[in-house]
């Protein structure tokens, strides 16, 4: 079965308009907040996928995350991140963040480069809550190597496509597909930038992309 979700129809939140505390806008995948759809809490461990895009100067500021795994994917610019565990780091478009926030950690986000900013930010419910935080960031992850997720059950694949290419979905319990960039055709659907798709009985299905493409899959196991 798959379930496509357009990108359209996403729940709006953030305040776009330039200021102090402003120049944020959030695309929401799933119930989140004060956009609270008891119809659509999470997929598997998948809890949200969030689009945020910061104009340079804008940022979160330091807040709590626990018993979540946070990954982030940057589609352009650079994200300046921050945490109570002591990490600073700069992470650029292609790189992978993977906060644990286990029992607890504080962060900060922010837009401190010349250009926009745009990353995907997916939260995932660890199997087992609690823990000691840990940070790590992939630069340049490839395509030929899917980040393991083994605390939530899941894996990240990345696949670029050039036109005409084909990708097998993962065999798994379930995947969500994330179109990032381009157009790709999914049994029979095709997915635009910002749609997503929730897959149970993956066997047999292929992405094809319509144009050169950019898609995050997450292999589920429960």
Known sequence: MIDVRRSGDRFRGGDPAPGVSAGIETLHAFSFGRFYDPDNLRFGPVLACNEERLVPGAGFDEHPHSHTEIVTWVIEGELTHRDSA?????VRAGD????SAAAGVRHVERNDGERPLTFLQMWL???VPGGEPSYTVVPGIADSTPYALPAAGAMLHVRRLAEGERTAVPLAVA?????????VRLGGEQLAPGDSA???????????AAEPAEVLMWELSG
């Open 86 to 90: 002591g990490h600073a780091t700069v």
């Open 96 to 99: 992978l963040q993977h906060l």
């Open 125 to 127: 419910a660890p199997l």
């Open 175 to 183: 995947v969500y597909v994330h179109a990032v960039r381009g157009g």
């Open 198 to 208: 929730r897959i149970t009985e993956a066997a047999g299905l292929e992405l094809e």
